[in-house]
């Protein structure tokens, strides 16, 4: 989930794109104004918002609202631009840029966890138990091999094949690390 600040700042970046510094004033305006109203609706217990979860979230985000748009408009005054421009703003776009690797990582962290839940899917966990005499034969294979006894199962899965009649066999091999 996006902090306030977040979600104020690519507002501001997407709203505030080519306005002049009037424009920009009565921004700062309307956020204070919309900030000392969320904080009152908040101090009264009212509802803020019937899809709102979090009651102080607007008021956060409206907190955050001015002191960007507060930024924006001293930075424009300070380099004397005539109407903002997101991409001259490095502040900003360090922000946005931050914004957009975070964005990212966290697609690809969900994409991965997602391949990873499919791959279990797809993954069989059995318990087996066998009788004494095939229980000794791999026994025997996996101390050979230096392997714990499921793990020669394992093996001995992975070269399965089913002929086209259905039968089952598995070509021989030495079970290894």
Do not use: N
Request: aromatic share 6%.
């Amino acid at each position: 989930m996006w902090s306030a600040q977040d979600v104020a700042r690519e507002q501001v970046r997407r709203q505030g794109k080519g306005l002049d510094m009037a424009a920009v004033t009565e921004k700062v305006t309307e956020a204070a104004a919309r900030e000392r109203e969320t904080a009152e609706q908040l101090r009264r217990g009212g509802p803020l918002s019937e899809f709102e979860t979090d009651p102080e979230r607007p008021a956060a985000i409206w907190a955050a609202k001015h002191l960007e748009w507060q930024r924006v408009r001293d930075l424009m005054a300070h380099a004397g631009w005539g109407a903002y421009e997101p991409e001259r703003d490095t502040q900003g776009s360090t922000w946005a840029q931050e914004r957009t690797e975070w964005r990212d990582g966290a697609l690809a962290a969900k994409a991965a966890f997602e391949a990873r839940r499919r791959e279990e899917a797809d993954e069989l966990r059995a318990e087996l138990w066998l009788s004494a005499a095939p229980s000794r034969l791999i026994r025997a294979a996996a101390d050979r091999a230096g392997l714990m006894p499921a793990q020669v199962l394992a093996q001995l899965a992975e070269r399965v094949v089913v002929g086209e009649d259905g039968t089952v066999s598995v070509p021989p091999f030495t079970p290894s690390r």
